[in-house]
């Protein structure tokens, strides 16, 4: 016989005759069984046992305050420049866009819209051929501030009689 069918052989008695030695389940025993797995389980990483940070001072270091004072100052910049940023969505676009249109046809500028020509430009809301360069778009001038001067004047003559 070979050396292979007689250790084969062996094997299979010794795992039959361990089978009948084991006891029989019965609900008055209270022994049990131990199972075994063939690597025992895992153990358990001393990683996960350990305290974070053991070793570590708890007290804030000096370059912590800096960098705390540093994130939150971007954060409020980041706030603000984002909160005031332009608005540059097709529909915000597309709105001032027809209403520059409707603008220039109102005021009798604009006949007939052409297809890709865009009316929301500085030279189609500002005169730049204006005379007077403080008043570009040629208002009429409010004479309130004259009003005052001759009330100021009018006192003046009062208190000097």
């Known amino acids: 016989m070979s050396l292979v069918a007689s250790l ?33 389980g895992q153990p358990i990483s001393r990683s996960m046992e350990a305290e974070l940070w053991q070793g570590h001072p708890k007290e804030p270091e000096g370059w912590e305050t800096t960098i705390y004072l540093t994130y939150a100052a971007s954060a409020v910049i980041l706030t603000f420049a984002l909160g005031f940023a332009p ?32 009316y929301d430009t500085p030279e189609n809301k500002f005169d730049f051929e204006s005379v007077n360069p403080d008043n570009p778009f040629n208002e009429d001038d409010d004479d309130d501030d004259d009003d005052d001067d001759e009330e100021e004047e009018e006192e003046e003559e009062e208190d000097d009689e």
């Open 8 to 40: 084969a052989r062996r094997c299979t008695v010794r795992a039959a005759s361990n089978a009948r030695s084991l006891p029989a389940k019965s609900s008055s025993s209270a022994t049990a069984v131990q199972r075994r797995f063939m690597g025992g």
């Open 87 to 118: 608005d540059t969505s097709i529909k915000t676009w597309a709105s001032s866009e027809a209403q520059a249109r409707l603008t220039l046809q109102a005021e009798g500028k604009l006949d007939k819209p052409v297809f890709g020509v865009h």
